[in-house]
């Protein structure tokens, strides 16, 4: 489940109309979602509050061994329009699963950014500020988000720590997002590492104004998405590369039967090639699978997965209100107001098996998950955690 943060930095990327699926770093966020969820350890309690529409705190605490919590902050220049309550909180945004790529929309104009007063130019560039500090290890974390333009964004990400070589690290992302193809430039102090990646969406330019229909023509509906990509990236200090290729196609809202996303992504260096196969095979069950294959060492690994929400009102019952009043406002819920949470599991072939369960308790969201490995049968629970959040 995503932190309180991570829900108030995506309500910042929705406000500033920020696509963060048209990236090649989120080529695999399906099967990611599905697969490589992180099980809670020990207890871990989150008090957040959204205290001003550009100003957001939280506080955590847990016990894993020793106990340890962190504190943060969050200011936002541009006013976020999103529920903080976490009993109004919508679980879909919350909880990473399946992920419904929408259509390209085109670049808003520069000129549509621009607030003129007295002869003058007045608008400020949209930016995040975000710091963490955590306890007893004293380590800070802090992220600089800004939006340059209608097409580009600026992201710096610091880490203090003492551990770390030369005591922490910067990343800077300059990432550019035109539509048909987004471009992302890095620099990390951590071995003067460079690099470039880039995705490319076939078909359809949302730069293009559409041709107006006469007659009885209409605009013929896009059903599905093809994209590839590609990762370049070099140390200038220890000398050493790598490069990275992907590709995939996935279904849009038009698409008529269950959506799907499949992808394929290779490392020549390494001789690493992975598939993906994620398919939302119902309203509420969703489907993924894996296969990793290396072409020097000839190993394999294989891991399938699903994610079932469950849901609290009667079908039955529903289609008799639709009968009796299907004109009557009242009866339309809330997003998720028949949903009572999701329950995923992960197993692979070495039997290691993961499962969480994720959902809402009266004000409370809560995740609890165990690891499991079979094959030890000494000790075959790896780990077991229970993971609560509040929010006002």
Known sequence: MLGFMDYVQNAFAEATGWNRDNSYGTLNATAQALLDFDTPRGLRLNLSSLAAPTFATSYSIGSVGVVDGSVSYLYSSVP??????????????????????????????????????????????KTLLYGRILVPHSTLEALYLRRLSPT???????????????????????????????????????????????????????RVEPAIPTGQETTEPIYGRFSAGAELYYGLLNKSGGISTGLRFTTLPHHTGFPYTMTLTLNPLMGNLSSTYAVKA?????????????????????????????????????????????????????????VAGVLKARVDQNWKIGLLWEGRVKELLFTLGASLDLKRREQIFRAVGVELQYSS
């Open 152 to 206: 580009r964004q600026l992201r710096i990400s610091c880490v203090s720590d003492s551990n770390l070589n030369n005591g922490g690290t910067i990343l800077g992302l300059l990432q550019n997002d035109h539509g048909k193809y987004s471009t992302e430039y890095m620099y990390s102090t951590d071995s003067a590492l460079m690099g470039v990646r880039g995705l490319y969406n076939f078909g359809f330019d949302p």
């Open 282 to 338: 119902g309203q509420n069950l969703a489907l993924c699978s894996r296969f990793d294959f290396n072409f020097y060492s000839y190993e394999s690994d294989l891991q399938v997965g699903c994610e079932l929400w469950r849901r609290r009102r009667n079908p039955e019952v529903e289609w008799a209100v639709k009968k009796l009043r299907p004109d009557w406002d009242a009866l339309t819920p809330k997003p998720d107001e028949d």
């Open 80 to 125: 976020l329009q999103t529920s903080a309550k976490s009993c109004d909180i919508d679980l879909h945004r919350v909880i990473r699963g399946y992920r419904h790529l929408r259509e390209l929309r085109r670049p808003d104009d520069d000129a549509w950014w621009e607030l003129w007063h007295g002869g003058k130019r007045i608008d400020r560039k």
